[in-house]
C-alpha cells in the first residue's frame, strides 16, 4: 500500500465511496418478503372467515398462517444477503398498518355477521376487499424499499 501515488490513491478511495452494500437484487428480494407478508396477512383473514365453523379445516388456518410467514421470512433472508437501509422501519410500518388493518377488518366482520347477515356467510367481494385492504400497507412498504436508492 506504501507504493500508491496520492492520484492512485484518491481514485481509489472515490472508488470506494461510490460501492454501495446493498444491491437492486437484495432490495428486490426484500420487497418481495415484505410483498409476500402482506398477501399471507389478507389471505390469512379470508381464510379464516371461509374455515369459520367448518370442521377441522378451521384448525389448520392458523398454522398453514405461521408456517407461510415462517417460510417467507426464511427465503426473505436467505435471498436478501443485506437489509436495504431504512427497510426495517418501512417494514415494521407496514406491519403495524396491516396487523391494526386485520383486527378492524375481523372486528367489521364478525359485527357483520352477527348482525346484519344474521349468520350467513360472507359474500365473496366483502373478503376480497378485506384481504387487498389487509395487505395494503406491507404492499406499499414493499414498493417504498424495492423503489428507493
Request: proline letters at 3%.
Amino acid at each position: 500500500m506504501d507504493d500508491l501515488s496520492p492520484a492512485q490513491a484518491r481514485s481509489r478511495l472515490a472508488a470506494a465511496a461510490s460501492t454501495t452494500l446493498t444491491t437492486d437484487r437484495d432490495r428486490r428480494a426484500y420487497a418481495l418478503g415484505m410483498a409476500g407478508f402482506g398477501v399471507a396477512m389478507g389471505l390469512f383473514v379470508v381464510a379464516d372467515r371461509l374455515t369459520d365453523g367448518h370442521g377441522w379445516w378451521s384448525q389448520l388456518v392458523l398454522p398453514a398462517y405461521v408456517v407461510l410467514l415462517m417460510v417467507t421470512a426464511e427465503w426473505q433472508r436467505r435471498a436478501a444477503r443485506t437489509v436495504p437501509r431504512h427497510a426495517g422501519v418501512v417494514a415494521w410500518c407496514g406491519v403495524g398498518g396491516s396487523v391494526v388493518l386485520m383486527l378492524a377488518a375481523i372486528m367489521v366482520l364478525n359485527y357483520r355477521r352477527a348482525s346484519v347477515l344474521d349468520g350467513a356467510g360472507e359474500q365473496a367481494w366483502v373478503l376480497v376487499a378485506t384481504g387487498v385492504v389487509v395487505a395494503l400497507p406491507m404492499l406499499v412498504a414493499a414498493l417504498v424499499v424495492r423503489r428507493a436508492r
